[in-house]
């Protein structure tokens, strides 16, 4: 069971980037899909999540309006667009799964992928 988090990279103020989360070992259909980030010495926050069943959705309200969530089931992945990005987006970005409904919160999910790392900055 394997999750992996790719996407990252340094852009500007005001730039666009797209995560993506693929899954191996099992799939995404009836897990949900937690996006967390986490700055050195601060707590690792939630984002973004979707649920497997009905889709549902989260977003922190740092980053409503701009990131959107997205899965392909089909090719076992779940994405998050991220627009406007600011300087305080940077962060390492964490996909996590877990088994149910969506969680906004770490402790709740079981795997995880490695950080992919954001830098916003002009």
């Known amino acids: 069971v394997q999750l992996q988090a790719s996407g990252g990279g340094l852009v500007q103020p005001g730039e666009s980037l797209t995560l993506s989360c693929v899954a191996s070992?099992?799939?995404?259909?009836?897990?949900?899909i937690g996006w967390f980030r986490q700055v050195p010495g601060q707590e690792r926050e939630g984002i973004s999540c979707?649920?497997?069943?009905?889709?549902?959705?989260y977003y922190a309200d740092s980053v409503k309006g701009r990131f959107t969530i997205s899965r392909d089931n089909a090719k076992n992945m779940v994405y998050l667009q991220m627009n406007s990005l600011k300087p305080e987006d940077t962060a390492v970005y964490y996909c996590?799964?877990?088994?149910?409904?969506?969680?906004?919160?770490?402790?709740?999910?079981?795997?995880w992928g490695q950080g992919t790392l954001v830098t916003v900055s002009s």
């Open positions: 996590a799964a877990r088994g149910g409904s969506y969680s906004q919160f770490a402790t709740m999910y079981v795997y």
């Open positions: 070992g099992f799939t995404l259909d009836d897990n949900a």
């Open positions: 979707i649920s497997g069943s009905d889709s549902g959705v």
